[in-house]
């Protein structure tokens, strides 16, 4: 059997027709490739459809000390909890890999729909830790399917010139995310004491963009994104091509096209380095609560600077990295400043520093994280566009898979490692408790000592235990550089600029073909 489809543009007439009456909530794609502002106004839309989902997904960050003591829950069973719904939610980014065939749009429509109602409405009503997992593992499950289909509409409306300026934007997401949620608990817990109002919000939020994306939010037809395009001035290729129905994709046994070392191994380098970042995602106020002192608001301020500068830097430093043509040197670039800077923190542990230290460590970190990313993301997707471009959301289905898979070892290893912080979490009603009885002159009962004694013991080895876990993250990030030669791609930015030229050559004379 012939394992290759051949794609065309959509018919007109009576399909079309039948077509149309379905397009408000079912057919989402078109048939042109958009240039100028409408392609800018698509790719925001789907950068704020992924800033939304990520503000869903890490506003337990920002209050997981709140939800662990009202539901009971341990340090333990919190990362074993989140553990698990990661990989569960790696499952549902395979699944996302069926958008080569299915469509990237409506994924993100129907399923930011569902998260949003979970988020808003069922899990502010629960009761019992229990219950909070199954539906977090829920939405974690969806999230993993949306987190693949957004990158694939970011790439698809988005040439390799201006690939790292797209993927900046789309990078803006989790950062932007983790800014919302640190910034609205920081804002609000204060007059909405309760953990529930935070994910309230959140999810309305993610309600209300995802009834705007039923509205505007459009795919391109296959024939067009199942083309690699270099330049916008592609764009009258693309289209003569798919016009001609000379398209040819082969779609069969996409997995093992793609499970390749160049696609397999880079994922697995980018995904061990982001180590620390998910540290500090699910755990800021752990960390900074337990090894510095600082209160909930406090912690969650520093972050907020954290994911502000790395918001600034993705908005404006793919520009820079499209300009020289090349992405390995920036790759390796952010991923020595992240090495650096986390054995600044390091250094940290078990002193006194500042609020205005931590801001400053914790904002330079962050670039890093945008400063290797933004490039990686062009150069991931530029590599699987290598092989074979009409299987981007396998590609990037299988780096979802790989990093939600890292994020599950890392939640399960991690409460084993900072073993402290399963006693220090559960610590301020018994500190409150003997605060009080001291304060009315009472004694303190033996069993409240005996707790009390374990919390000090807990304080005087958490911060060894944080910087055992920091220099993990380190060699992680090692391997990040390590992986960066496997993609594809220049080093040389005069040998990228000959292999530009040779493209627009070849473009010329395809085109001089299609006309005559």
């Not at 003591?69 to 069973?77: H, P």
């Not at 935070?198 to 309600?207: K, P």
């Not at 020289?324 to 400043?337: S, T």
């Not at 940290?348 to 904002?363: E, F, Q, R, W």
Request: charged fraction near 15%; include cysteine.
């Amino acid at each position: 059997m012939d394992s290759t489809v051949r794609s065309t543009l959509p018919g007109t007439g009576a399909e079309a027709s039948a077509r149309r009456r379905w397009a408000f909530l079912i057919d989402r794609r078109l048939d042109r490739y958009p240039t100028g502002g409408e392609r800018y106004a698509r790719l925001v839309l789907a950068v704020v459809a992924t800033v939304v989902i990520y503000y869903e997904q890490y506003t337990l960050g920002a209050v997981s000390t709140l939800v662990s003591q009202q539901l009971g829950m341990s340090f333990l069973f919190l990362t074993t909890g989140l553990a698990v719904a990661n990989l569960l939610g790696a499952f549902g980014s395979l699944a996302a890999g069926l958008a080569d065939r299915l469509g990237r749009a409506n994924i993100v429509v129907y399923g930011m729909l569902v998260v949003g109602a979970v988020t808003a409405f069922a899990v502010t009503q629960v009761q019992d830790k229990w219950t909070f997992m199954i539906l977090s593992t829920i939405v974690a499950i969806m999230e993993g399917m949306l987190l693949v289909a957004t990158p694939a509409l970011v790439r698809d409306f988005s040439p390799q010139m201006g690939r790292a300026r797209a993927m900046g934007f789309w990078n803006v997401a989790p950062p932007a995310g983790s800014l919302l949620a640190s910034a609205v608990a920081a804002l609000t817990l204060g007059s909405l004491v309760s953990w529930q109002s935070q994910f309230r919000i959140a999810g309305i939020a993610g309600i209300v963009v995802a009834l705007i994306a039923l509205v505007w939010m459009k795919e391109l037809n296959p024939a067009l994104r199942d083309q690699a395009a270099v330049s916008e001035e592609d764009r009258e290729l693309l289209e003569a091509r798919a016009a001609r129905g000379e398209v040819n994709v082969d779609l069969a046994h996409p997995w093992r096209q793609l499970l390749k070392v160049d696609v397999v191994v880079p994922a697995v380098g980018f995904s061990i380095a982001l180590l620390f970042y998910y540290t500090i995602v699910g755990f800021a106020p752990v960390l900074f609560t337990t090894v510095w002192g600082f209160d909930l608001a406090a912690a969650n301020s520093v972050i907020a600077w954290a994911w502000a500068f790395n918001v600034l830097l993705s908005l404006t430093y793919g520009a820079l990295v499209d300009r020289f043509l090349v992405r390995k040197p920036w790759i390796l670039g952010g991923a020595l400043l992240c090495i650096a800077m986390q054995i600044v923190l390091i250094t940290l542990v078990g002193g006194k520093p500042s609020y205005l230290t931590l801001a400053i460590i914790m904002a330079v970190l962050a670039t890093s994280w945008a400063g290797f990313a933004v490039p990686w993301y062009a150069a991931f997707t530029e590599t699987v566009e290598a092989r074979n471009p009409a299987l981007t959301a396998t590609g990037l289905a299988i780096w979802a898979w790989i990093i939600r898979v890292v994020v599950f070892l890392s939640f399960l290893i991690v409460p084993h490692v900072v073993t402290s912080a399963n006693t220090l979490v559960a610590a301020e009603p018994y500190v409150a408790e003997a605060e009080r009885l001291q304060a009315a002159g009472q004694a303190i009962p033996p069993d409240l000592a005996a707790k009390l004694g374990e919390i000090q013991q807990a304080a005087a080895v958490t911060g060894d235990q944080w910087r055992l876990w920091m220099w993990i993250a380190v060699v992680c990030a090692v391997g990040l550089a390590a992986t960066v030669p496997l993609l594809r791609g220049r080093w040389s930015v005069k040998k990228a600029r000959a292999d530009l030229a040779e493209h627009e050559r070849r473009r010329a004379e395809e085109l001089a073909a299609l006309r005559g």
